[in-house]
């Protein structure tokens, strides 16, 4: 099933990207720190042992967080706390997660 | 100062990926925008009483009627939603994912179409082996069952592949033009690459059953 997920990263990112420069569109990709495939082990590793680490990425002004891959729930309450902290945010909130 | 938008498809009646630590997310990553910019989501009719009851505090919600009519699926392609949500905007925007932290206003670029960061690059002086097999999986992987053609392969760019979850538009006509007709070339594809999802669901379910 996996195979259906790298499809939609080829459609999106791959395909999608080669149809705006076909059609003359001037694309530029940014060279910004935040998880993403070619640093993803050590990132993780590192946000695992030392989760604020993650402040190193909030002065590039975005990161990508890498939600859906393993890290411990100590350390990913450690970085959600942090970023609650940063942007005033309320939590311990209960959802309704049925649509 | 430019908005900031985020696209949302429903495509199971029970998302797995809403759970309290994604829903969490979701809120510190529209959050964390409404510091800097206005924010609006384009959902599916069917997903916007979630966002509502949950309140994620948006400043504008649209339901868009093109995403309702995409078909619910099991196997959903998520990254198309965005594409439709891109062809509706009239001024410069910047599109993020829900799991996108905007931590500064962001500074607009004179580029038509710019991509935050990279899925994979190999315009490194060094390259791990994970890079190359990551091209490998998931992008030769799929070229070859969709794209071996006789066309000119020297057009297909491996070297650097960008990552679609923050993307800022600064010529939206053009790139709607360019979505168009993407729309219409893939037209092909789309019913291709559903019969290629059910071949993958085939070949998982004859592999678990050995």
């Not at chain 1, 990913?76 to 909130?93: A, D, G, P, Q």
């Not at chain 2, 997310?25 to 925008?33: G, K, L, Q, T, Y």
């Not at chain 2, 509706?88 to 925007?93: L, P």
């Not at chain 2, 066309?151 to 990552?163: L, V």
Request: glycine residues 2%; hydrophobic residues 40%; proline residues 4%.
């Amino acid at each position: 099933m996996d195979k259906i997920g790298d499809l939609c990263c080829y459609f999106e990112q791959f395909l999608f990207t080669k149809y705006l420069k076909d059609n003359d569109i001037n694309v530029k990709i940014l060279q910004r720190e935040g998880y993403h495939n070619t640093n993803e082990n050590s990132d993780l590793m590192l946000l695992e042992k030392s989760p604020l680490e993650i402040k190193r990425w909030v002065d590039n002004g975005w990161f990508h967080f890498p939600l859906y891959k393993s890290i411990s729930e100590e350390s990913l309450h450690s970085i959600y706390t942090y970023l609650w902290e940063m942007f005033n945010i309320k939590h311990n909130r209960t959802y309704k997660k049925i649509i | 100062m430019i908005d900031v938008i985020y696209t949302y498809k429903q495509y199971t009646e029970s998302p797995i990926h809403l759970t309290d630590r994604g829903i969490d997310m979701m809120r510190i990553s529209v959050e964390s925008s409404n510091k800097f910019h206005r924010t609006t989501l384009h959902c599916c009719k069917d997903s916007y009483s979630f966002f509502k009851t949950n309140k994620i505090p948006f400043h504008n919600i649209i339901v868009l009627d093109e995403l309702s009519e995409i078909p619910k699926s099991k196997n959903p392609i998520w990254s198309y939603p965005k594409i439709v949500t891109m062809k509706y905007q009239t001024s410069r925007w910047l599109h993020m994912d829900f799991d996108c932290v905007l931590t500064k206003p962001f500074i607009e670029y004179e580029d038509d179409f710019v991509f935050g960061f990279h899925d994979s690059s190999l315009d490194n002086i060094h390259i791990h082996p994970a890079t190359v097999y990551h091209i490998w999986d998931i992008y030769f992987w799929w070229f070859f069952r969709l794209h071996n053609t006789d066309d000119n392969k020297f057009k297909w760019d491996f070297k650097n592949i960008p990552n679609a979850g923050f993307m800022y538009c600064n010529n939206p006509s053009e790139v709607k033009k360019a979505i168009k007709l993407f729309e219409k070339q893939i037209g092909y594809l789309m019913n291709w690459i559903r019969l290629e999802i059910c071949v993958v669901i085939l070949n998982n379910f004859f592999l678990l059953s050995i």
